[in-house]
């Protein structure tokens, strides 16, 4: 699988946009990008993914550049709840594929 | 979004005992699942992948015969830990895949606390 690239933390005030970047320079043509977020002591949850459109639901969107080499989950008005460690990996479509976590963003949301 | 469920979410057994931890995928069925285990303060590291009816696949240090995997249902996988000693406590997350058909996503569960003492 191809390895990402995420800033260790992020801060955003509350109301505001949170815009997480990732970088996955090596990503493949069948490799899909993956967000996923964790909130302290539970399991990840899954928020959005996309191959090679943007994609948009009731969590966020995707942008995901042109060269595939870069995407950026936004995360349109944040609340405190949003703060987490948020995790963009790259999989590939079998069905034995895991998802590898990196170290992630940790994006603080205050007031 | 898919369900799945942990069970039980914390766990304290002596050192010497087994425990074991279910998975289940309450609104789909899933012929892949896979088990995780995470220490704190790091990131989620990926022990085996369990494919409905065959061996588990383990990822490299993972002791098969002390971390037992079966996925014997497509709703179903179990994780043993055998033996277990206090550095075997951690937090252990299991997900499932819910197949191409169905959003070709991966759902994790809440995530099971164990204690060794």
């Known amino acids: 699988d191809a390895k990402t690239t995420q800033p260790t933390s992020m801060d955003c005030a509350e109301g505001r946009a949170a815009n997480l970047p990732c970088n996955h320079s090596t990503i493949s043509g069948n490799e899909y990008v993956y967000w996923y977020r964790q909130i302290h002591s539970q399991g990840p949850q899954y928020i959005i993914h996309?191959?090679?459109n943007n994609e948009t639901n009731e969590m966020a969107s995707l942008i995901i550049t042109e060269d595939r080499k870069s995407s950026t989950l936004i995360l349109p008005h944040a609340t405190l709840r949003d703060t987490a460690v948020y995790y963009c990996?790259?999989?590939?479509?079998?069905?034995?594929?895991?998802?590898?976590f990196g170290k992630g963003t940790t994006l603080s949301v205050s007031s | 979004g898919a369900v799945v469920s942990q069970h039980p979410s914390r766990v304290i057994c002596k050192s010497g005992t087994s425990v074991k931890i279910e998975c289940r995928s309450l609104d789909f069925q899933a012929t892949t699942m896979f088990w995780y285990r995470q220490f704190p303060k790091q990131s989620l590291m990926l022990m085996a992948t369990s494919n409905e009816g065959s061996k588990a696949t383990y990822e490299q240090g993972v002791e098969k015969d002390k971390f037992l995997i079966n996925h014997a249902s497509l709703t179903l996988s179990t994780l043993t830990v055998t033996s277990a000693h206090p550095e075997d406590s951690s937090f252990y997350i299991c997900s499932a895949w819910t197949g191409k058909g169905s959003g070709n996503t991966i759902y994790f569960g809440e995530g099971s606390w164990l204690t060794v003492v």
């Open positions: 996309g191959l090679k």
């Open positions: 990996i790259v999989r590939g479509n079998q069905a034995g594929t895991a998802l590898i």
